[in-house]
């Protein structure tokens, strides 16, 4: 499975950004997606993930009520929108998949496959 992540970019406190994974491969292997987000400095932590079949969603607390995660299971596309994005939204942001049936994990070493990152810049 490869994984291309898009769609970041510099925008400015409040505004809106949607970032794209388009998956290629043997797709029918995957069984969720989740996005995560890396800072300077800091962790990659989980921001929301997706089953793919049921298309159950699980957000982190810091995106809550700001973004939704969804899927295109034809076009193999997972796509994270981000609304009221703020400062401390900067990261290189991920996409990740993982094959085996363990539900959508929080945790990034339980991923099998990387997109490249992209990065979004929230200026205040």
């Known amino acids: 499975v490869q994984l291309q992540a898009s769609g970041g970019g510099l925008v400015q406190a409040g505004d809106s950004l949607k970032l794209a994974c388009a998956a290629s491969g043997r797709t029918s292997s995957m069984n969720a997606v989740g996005w995560f987000r890396q800072a300077p400095g800091k962790e990659r932590e989980f921001v929301a993930g997706?089953?793919?079949?049921?298309?159950?969603?699980y957000y982190a607390d810091s995106a809550k009520g700001r973004s939704t995660i969804s899927r295109d299971n034809a076009k193999n596309t997972v796509s994270l929108q981000m609304n009221s994005l703020k400062p401390e939204d900067t990261a290189v942001y991920y996409c990740a998949a993982v094959s085996r049936r363990i539900g959508v994990p929080g945790a990034p070493n339980l991923y099998d496959y990387w997109g490249q990152g992209t990065q979004v810049t929230v200026s205040s």
């Open positions: 997706i089953s793919w079949s049921g298309g159950r969603t």
